[in-house]
């Protein structure tokens, strides 16, 4: 009755349009990446506070995006058989109240404690918005709405760092914490009062743990699927290890922590300008062209980086530039490689958006932990991760593919539903 209820104030307004859809998705996405960004200005201070040494502040970062992997796991499938909303409402109301928590830990391992807690109940934020897509379009279309999602989304880490430094000004660093809460406040309400439930009726499933996992083992177990996502889960997670290392990275090996925000906002800017790029360019050549060559860029690129990074006093305008260029091929490939993972599964799109998310998210949170943690005041553990994360990627698409790249678009919205019949 609840769900009905809401569904129905929602309902009684103005139509949600495709631009409002776009900026909302991309905000609700955007409370993870400010979740992430906004603390690392404030992480040395954190460990200072709370008697923190070496590589372990990283785990602030780590913590939460491992355990918003997991998480992805749940809501999708609850999602597939009460609908998109509430399950969306539960999650954001789950990450208001523990992003006060973390405002008010005392100790480390509280805060990581909450810190996990929270990345795995707000899971939803970040494993729901394709479904929500996928509900109403496929196909090269949904690449191109996830890139103009990507261009919104990604514009947060190249700000969050700036408005962290700004709060840093005038509070702690558990006013950013505070204020990861009240911005979860404000696209709350903006999703309670504006936004449809997208499931159609027909297409909601049981909840039976048979019925769930054999969604999410499908939505795993096509060839033409899984070399798009293990692969993207890859390249992200080279990527989660510049996050985790971004702080000490820019700071002690180029000496330059005064300037990190900007740093770190041109790298995140790059994905922004390149998923907005994508848009205009995905539909007139197709996601798995566009990707494809992405990806021997990236991999180009990342040999770059292998060789100066093992040259002497690399230097700070020489890997801000290259790691530039890798982040925004990235903007090239996160949202093509995402819509072509679930273009065959309309019919169980939450429990594919789950199981997607949950092996892209964890595997690219322990990859990045870990290359984070291989931190050793120079950029090689970072250089040689991006190339061989690229390499492996490639292997897994050329598998997905059976050999034979640059192939035409993706199928269409039609021929996704007919596909996504054979798994209901």
């Avoid at 290890?241 to 790059?270: K, R, V």
């Avoid at 690129?301 to 093992?310: E, N, R, T």
């Avoid at 964890?362 to 050793?376: E, H, Q, S």
């Avoid at 790249?405 to 269409?412: K, V």
Wanted: aromatic share 10%.
């Amino acid at each position: 009755m609840a769900s009905q209820a809401s569904s129905s104030v929602a309902a009684a307004h103005k139509p949600l349009g495709e631009r409002e859809l776009i900026w909302m998705m991309a905000m609700l996405m955007a409370l993870q990446a400010f979740g992430i960004d906004a603390i690392l200005p404030a992480l040395n201070r954190l460990a200072a506070a709370l008697s923190v040494e070496g590589n372990d502040r990283q785990f602030v970062i780590g913590a939460y995006l491992l355990a918003s992997g997991i998480g992805a796991l749940v809501p999708g499938a609850l999602a597939d058989r009460f609908g998109r909303r509430p399950i969306l409402l539960c999650s954001i109301a789950a990450y208001i109240a523990l992003s006060l928590a973390s405002a008010l830990a005392s100790t480390f391992t509280e805060l990581i404690t909450i810190r996990a807690m929270q990345g795995f109940f707000g899971a939803a934020i970040i494993a729901l918005p394709p479904a929500i897509i996928r509900d109403r379009v496929g196909g090269d279309k949904m690449a191109r709405m996830m890139s103009l999602i990507f261009v919104i989304f990604l514009m947060v880490p190249a700000i969050a760092p700036t408005l962290g430094e700004l709060i840093l000004l005038v509070a702690d660093w558990r006013a950013i914490f505070a204020a990861m809460a009240i911005q979860g406040v404000v696209i709350g309400a903006w999703v309670y009062f504006r936004l449809p439930e997208s499931l159609s009726p027909e297409n909601r499933q049981k909840i039976e743990v048979r019925a769930i996992a054999g969604n999410m083992g499908t939505a795993l177990s096509l060839r033409s699927v899984v070399g798009y996502v293990f692969g993207s889960a890859l390249v992200f997670g080279a990527l989660f290890g510049f996050i985790n290392s971004s702080q000490q990275l820019i700071s002690e090996t180029f000496g330059a922590g005064d300037i990190f925000p900007q740093i770190f906002g041109i790298c995140a800017g790059s994905m922004a300008i390149a998923s907005w790029s994508n848009s205009r360019i995905v539909e007139r050549f197709g996601a798995r062209r566009v990707s494809h060559t992405a990806l021997f860029a990236f991999i180009a690129v990342a040999s770059l980086q292998v060789i100066f990074a093992f040259r002497d006093n690399e230097s700070l305008w020489l890997f801000v530039p290259m790691m530039a260029i890798n982040m925004a091929l990235l903007g090239f490939i996160g949202s093509n490689f995402g819509a072509i993972a679930m273009n065959p599964f309309f019919a169980i799109a939450g429990a594919a958006s789950s199981a997607h998310g949950f092996v892209r998210m964890t595997m690219a949170a322990v990859l990045g932990a870990g290359i984070g943690y291989a931190f050793d005041g120079t950029a090689r553990p970072l250089a040689l991760a991006l190339l061989a994360s690229g390499i492996a990627c490639l292997l897994l698409v050329l598998f997905s593919e059976k050999g034979k790249l640059f192939g035409a678009s993706s199928p269409d919205m039609a021929e996704g539903q007919k596909a996504a019949k054979v798994f209901e």
